[in-house]
């Protein structure tokens, strides 16, 4: 369903009050972005779906009801599954990996689309910093150190208004230009297991 219209005034509402406020993101921008402390990537498993984004080359075919699917492999790495519908109605999907380079609970993961054969490129790994995240992993925001991209995540296609506009104050408290989202509208109901 598309977010419903009491839902996009608050958007636009909380859009419009970060335009008076531009000078204070400035000055937090200039801090190194904050990931969340401690990640339990076994908890983070399943079917998120995408609420919104920052627009971005590598997306711009999805139209709508954009998912991912992440699975943990017996290596420690996870299985990526991007889904997205274009604007003919197919449903758009890229495969990838994420890895987690430093400690077992580091939040701060890289992901990879590229071939295998690719792999020992750094340049092929993106980074995927999860910074903020609810105690019951229903609710996320993934960005990298240079906050060109964002993305807000959920468990279900939709959220409610206050808990996405006290997310929306965080991440502007962390230097995000969250005027630059984009919502991403879900017309099909979710499928289990997608």
Same mark, same amino acid.
């Given at each position: 369903?598309?977010?419903?219209?009491?839902?996009?005034?608050?958007?636009?509402?909380?859009?419009?009050?970060?335009?008076?406020?531009?000078?204070?993101?400035?000055?937090?921008?200039?801090?190194?972005?904050?990931?969340?402390?401690?990640?339990?990537?076994?908890?983070?498993?399943?079917?998120?779906?995408?609420?919104?984004?920052?627009?971005?080359?590598?997306?711009?075919?999805?139209?709508?009801?954009?998912?991912?699917?992440?699975?943990?492999?017996?290596?420690?790495?996870?299985?990526?599954?991007?889904?997205?519908?274009?604007?003919?109605?197919? @449903?758009? #999907?890229?495969?990838? =990996? &994420?890895? *987690?380079? /430093?400690?077992?609970?580091?939040?701060?993961?890289?992901?990879?689309?590229?071939?295998?054969?690719?792999?020992?490129?750094?340049?092929?790994?993106?980074?995927?910093?999860?910074?903020?995240?609810?105690?019951?992993?229903?609710?996320?925001?993934?960005?990298?150190?240079?906050?060109?991209?964002?993305?807000?995540?959920?468990?279900?296609?939709?959220?409610?208004?206050?808990?996405?506009?006290?997310?929306?104050?965080?991440?502007?408290?962390?230097?995000?230009?969250?005027?630059?989202? @984009?919502? #991403?509208?879900?017309? =099909? &109901?979710? *499928?289990? /297991?997608?």
């Amino acid at each position: 369903m598309f977010a419903k219209p009491s839902f996009l005034a608050a958007c636009a509402t909380l859009a419009l009050s970060g335009l008076c406020a531009g000078s204070a993101l400035a000055a937090d921008a200039a801090k190194p972005l904050q990931p969340i402390e401690s990640l339990a990537v076994p908890r983070y498993m399943g079917v998120w779906y995408e609420i919104a984004k920052f627009p971005n080359e590598f997306q711009k075919k999805c139209v709508g009801d954009t998912s991912a699917t992440y699975n943990l492999d017996k290596d420690g790495r996870v299985k990526v599954i991007n889904r997205c519908r274009t604007a003919d109605g197919k @449903v758009d #999907t890229a495969e990838g =990996v &994420a890895r *987690q380079p /430093g400690a077992a609970t580091s939040p701060k993961l890289e992901v990879r689309f590229a071939p295998a054969i690719l792999s020992f490129i750094p340049m092929v790994w993106g980074d995927y910093w999860v910074i903020d995240l609810d105690n019951k992993y229903q609710l996320s925001a993934v960005s990298e150190p240079k906050r060109e991209y964002l993305w807000i995540l959920s468990r279900t296609p939709q959220v409610a208004p206050a808990e996405y506009n006290a997310l929306l104050a965080r991440l502007k408290a962390q230097g995000l230009d969250t005027s630059k989202l @984009v919502l #991403t509208p879900h017309t =099909v &109901a979710p *499928q289990s /297991g997608q």
